[in-house]
């Protein structure tokens, strides 16, 4: 079954697939935010749409598998990154609906995208190639927009979450941990996959 699944999963035109879904998938999200960015100072804009920037760092991973190339600081911040919003937006919606009663349709459908992110990024596990060097940028990033989120007030809007910022800062905080300590993980196992699996899948 694992053999099928990864057949599929690692066929270029499945990943080119993807691509381009992850692609739309990452333009509408910085649509989405575009009530925030307008009330937002623009120092703080490239730190603002946390989800759409991870899925871009993906998408660009993504690129770089099918063209035949390691991106390696692209790669450390798309499966930190990733990882880290898809889980953090799925938690936040599911206390929504502690705090506020019912997400409707949009809701579940924000639940359901981020932790297909979280999930895809996991999946390609063996295709990153980064390095410590690399790990380390991608975690000062992580790390340094959650001070930006929580410190500078600049986290995602959700409904009277803003309330809680306090404690979500903490989880965030621990979440970015466990995202680089997955990373770091990677690199300590070294089970990568080379590029002949994806040019024989052609």
Known sequence: ????????LYAKPFMWLLFVVNLLGTIY???WYKGQLSITEPIYYIFVPDSPTASLFFTLALLGWLLGKNWRLIEALALVTLVKYGLWAVVMNLLTIGVDGPIGPVGW??????????VQAILYFPWYRFGWISLSIAAIWTLHNDVIDYVFGQMPIYRSLLEFSSQIGYFTFWLSIGCIALAAWNISTKRYMTFDNLIKSR
């Open 1 to 8: 079954m694992m053999t099928l699944i990864r057949s599929v």
């Open 29 to 31: 999200g910085y649509y």
């Open 109 to 118: 459908m924000l639940v359901i995208s981020h932790f297909g992110m979280a």
